[in-house]
């Protein structure tokens, strides 16, 4: 069963054109961590990836998890994504 979590992300992932492994590798997580995330099959994936994500998609953790507030616009979250281009990736 796909998760409310993992639905937001996959939204907003590619409504922003981002690819998963894109995600992955720019947050330093595993390639298969996002997928794991946007299927459900993993259904929490604890608060310091959560967080990474939104920082990375430049969503709020109260959208992301409980789809509280309005979501980053496109825009937003590309923005977002572009600015963590050169930054040091984060282990989770």
């Known amino acids: ?4 979590l993992g639905q ?3 939204q907003l992932r590619t409504s922003a054109g981002i690819a998963a ?3 992955s590798e720019r947050g330093g997580f595993s390639h298969s961590l996002v997928s794991h995330i946007e299927t459900g ?4 994936p604890g608060a ?3 967080a ?3 920082e990375l998609l430049g ?4 959208w992301l998890i409980a789809g509280a507030g309005s979501p980053p616009t ?3 979250s590309r923005a977002a994504f572009d600015r963590h281009r050169q930054a040091p990736a984060q282990a989770s």
Do not use: F, G
């Open 1 to 4: 069963m796909v998760t409310p």
């Open 8 to 10: 937001r992300l996959r």
């Open 21 to 23: 492994d894109e995600l």
């Open 41 to 44: 099959q993993i259904a929490n």
């Open 48 to 50: 310091r990836t959560t």
């Open 52 to 54: 990474r994500l939104a």
């Open 59 to 62: 969503a709020s953790l109260d």
């Open 74 to 76: 496109v825009e937003q």
